[in-house]
T-cell receptor, first 115, second 116 residues
Framework: AQSVAQPEDQVNVAEGNPLTVKCTYS??????LFWYVQYPNRGLQFLLK??????LVKGSYGFEAEFNKSQTSFHLKKPSALVSDSALYFC?????????????FGAGTQVVVTP | GAGVSQSPRYKVTKRGQDVALRCDPI?????LYWYRQALGQGPEFLTY????????KSGLPNDRFSAERPEGSISTLTIQRTEQRDSAMYRC??????????????FGPGTRLLVL
């Protein structure tokens, strides 16, 4: 069975410092990996995805993520965090052999960026 | 519309009542998904449609939950005889349906359901 883990419930970082949000997965075959962000009282917003090709994926708002097959990880990164990046971040995986509909989401990581 | 919309945004109901939650996907999007998100958890898949056909309903927790999309656009998720454990955020998402498993799902703001 597939699973997604976000080992940190919360990440605290000072504005201007690098931000990393961790995600590891367990699936059969090569997964499709996604990151979404949830701001208060709003829906989930797509940030980026890895399908195939270059392991470093660039997405919206200056975020990027690195796919590491050997470590089964897909950590989200931003070189210089902003206060406005404070939100709830979700990693999701779609196993390639599974139903089209089944995104498996992690439990989420709350990011707090302090001025 | 420009994005996925859901209504109502908030619903408070008494245990035993039926509720209907509506999702209006992005115009032209073929695929529509329903998720349930408990507090402190990630969204959990419930069901999904391609056009009007329900392709996968394996995530529906029991037979009190049902969904339809009769004309391949707007969808309704119905919960009959609600129970307190049904309280959650219910999210809808849509995708274009043209790129298979690699395509992005776009989410609506959700309906927060509270069963008293």
């Amino acid at each position: 069975a597939q699973s997604v883990a976000q080992p940190e419930d919360q990440v605290n970082v000072a504005e201007g410092n690098p931000l990393t949000v961790k995600c590891t997965y367990s699936v059969s075959g090569n997964p499709y990996l996604f990151w979404y962000v949830q701001y208060p009282n709003r829906g989930l917003q797509f940030l980026l995805k890895y399908i195939t090709g270059d392991n470093l994926v660039k997405g919206s708002y200056g975020f990027e993520a690195e796919f590491n097959k050997s470590q089964t990880s897909f950590h989200l990164k931003k070189p210089s965090a902003l206060v406005s990046d404070s939100a709830l971040y979700f990693c999701a995986v779609r196993p390639p052999l599974d139903s089209w509909g089944k995104f498996q989401f992690g439990a989420g990581t709350q990011v707090v960026v302090t001025p | 519309g420009a994005g996925v919309s859901q209504s109502p945004r908030y619903k408070v109901t008494k245990r035993g009542q039926d509720v209907a939650l509506r999702c209006d996907p992005i115009s032209g999007h073929v695929s529509l998904y329903w998720y349930r998100q408990a507090l402190g958890q990630g969204p959990e898949f419930l069901t999904y449609f391609n056009y009007e056909a329900q392709q996968d309903k394996s995530g529906l927790p029991n037979d009190r939950f049902s969904a339809e999309r009769p004309e391949g656009s707007i969808s309704t998720l119905t919960i009959q005889r609600t129970e307190q454990r049904d309280s959650a955020m219910y999210r809808c998402a849509s995708s274009s349906g043209t790129s298979g498993r690699i395509e992005t799902q776009y989410f609506g703001p959700g309906t927060r359901l509270l069963v008293l």
